[in-house]
């Protein structure tokens, strides 16, 4: 008997009908898996709540540290003013006559009082310390401005109130170096590194579901220059590095075609690419990482809620346009079984946006600014052409650092 039947056509045979033949978990199997990732999520929500909180927290805590010890130096320089002032306002101690006249030679001098023609002899220790007595007349004749003061003699009290003033506000050296304030400049620079976690969000909930992801670590690096426009308020511009990161499951298996259907003004079109990642099944399980390298210049604004000139807690938001420089993504086939590259479906230019809180530290030449932020893109990873629509965003922690009085 003749043999009909080749090995080629027994394996041309599985290949048409393994798709057939493949076996698909129940729905049950899926929303656990979905339920698995959602607790995940609340997860991480909880702990990123818990950050802002805590961040908040201890800002407030801080600037009403330092506002108390603020207060206190002022306290105790104004003791120390007092006390000064008190020990050189004391009575002078008693002058030993005796001892003075001892001590100065006596000097005979003539004076003509003005009433009559005696001579009267005072020694200089005399005239010093009796200066005041009836006896001792004035050798001049009274002129315009002795008259002027004997006819408006001024008031015991207003020399009495002028030495109060003086005893109460003296102008010494340190109220004078405590009330003075160096002027804010009003152009600084800052540098700054944001750990973060990346995130994707797809356009349809049932993609989420069969598409399982888990995200993975990235940083943020830039460089901001600030501007201040008012006391609590800086706008801010730089340039800045983001390596966005995360996980898709899949499964290694042999050779298939991905078709991806586009659609766009002249209707739909059709690419295909040969895969060796199912969605579904394989004989080995896998996890792609679609990795993204972009470049960008924020531009905000940034305010400070409360504090004083060593804590501050504030919060500021950018706008960032943003250029792709480098990518490793992975996009999922239409019906939703294969995984395949395709550089041509990425979108190169984009825009983010970031909120931030924080709290900021000055110890006098350097200034730390620490706190969570996010940062969210606001259109697609891929084209318009492409019908899955994808949007990444980040968790972080921001520590920025910049030099100077700010």
């Known amino acids: 008997m003749e043999r009909n039947f080749t090995d080629e056509n027994i394996e041309e045979f599985l290949r048409r009908n393994t798709d057939s033949l493949q076996m698909r978990p129940s729905a049950k199997v ?39 010890n603020s207060s206190n130096p002022t306290t105790n320089s104004n003791a120390k003013t007092e006390k000064s002032v008190t020990s050189k306002t004391s009575p002078a101690p008693a002058v030993n006559k005796d001892l003075l006249a001892a001590n100065f030679p006596v000097k005979k001098k003539t004076k003509i009082s003005k009433g009559s023609e005696q001579n009267q002899e005072f020694t200089f220790t005399q005239t010093l310390l009796q200066r005041n007595e009836a006896s001792v007349q004035n050798f001049f004749a009274p002129t315009i401005v002795d008259s002027y003061f004997e006819a408006n003699p001024v008031p015991a009290n207003k020399f009495r109130h002028s030495e109060e003033l003086s005893v109460v506000d003296p102008l010494s050296i340190e109220s004078v170096l405590n009330s003075y304030k160096p002027k804010a400049k009003k152009f600084g620079w800052q540098i ?84 060796n990642y199912n969605n579904f099944s394989g004989y080995k399980s896998n996890w792609l990482q679609n990795f993204y390298l972009q470049v960008s210049a924020p531009v905000g604004i940034e305010l400070k809620l409360r504090g ?19 990518d490793k993504a992975y996009v999922i086939s239409t019906d939703y079984k294969n995984y395949t590259q395709m550089p041509n479906l990425v979108r190169r230019w984009n825009i983010n946006t970031n909120f931030e809180t924080f709290v900021a530290y000055s110890t006098g030449h350097l200034n730390w600014q620490v706190g969570p932020q996010v940062r969210y893109q606001i259109l697609s990873s891929y084209l318009k052409k492409y019908p899955v629509k994808e949007n990444l965003f980040d968790f972080g922690l921001k520590v920025g650092l910049s030099f100077g009085k700010e």
Do not use: C
Request: hydrophobic share 35%; no cysteine; net charge positive.
């Open 192 to 275: 700054y590194l944001t750990p973060t976690v990346s995130y994707r969000k797809l356009n349809d909930n049932h993609i989420e579901d069969i598409v399982p992801h888990k995200p993975a670590f990235g940083f943020e690096l830039g460089v901001a220059a600030k501007y201040r426009v008012a006391s609590n308020a800086k706008l801010r511009a730089g340039l800045q590095f983001n390596v966005n990161r995360y996980e898709i499951k899949t499964f290694d298996s042999y050779a298939q075609v991905a078709t991806i259907r586009l659609s766009n003004r002249n209707g739909t079109d059709y690419v295909r690419s040969v895969t």
């Open 308 to 326: 004083d000139d060593k804590v501050q807690l504030g919060i500021a938001s950018t706008i960032q346009p943003t250029y792709l420089l480098g």
């Open 30 to 68: 899926w929303k656990g898996i979905s339920a698995h990732l959602n607790n995940r999520r609340r997860r991480m929500g909880w702990i990123l709540g818990t950050s802002l909180l805590l961040t908040t927290a201890l800002g407030y805590y801080f600037i009403n540290e330092s506002a108390k």
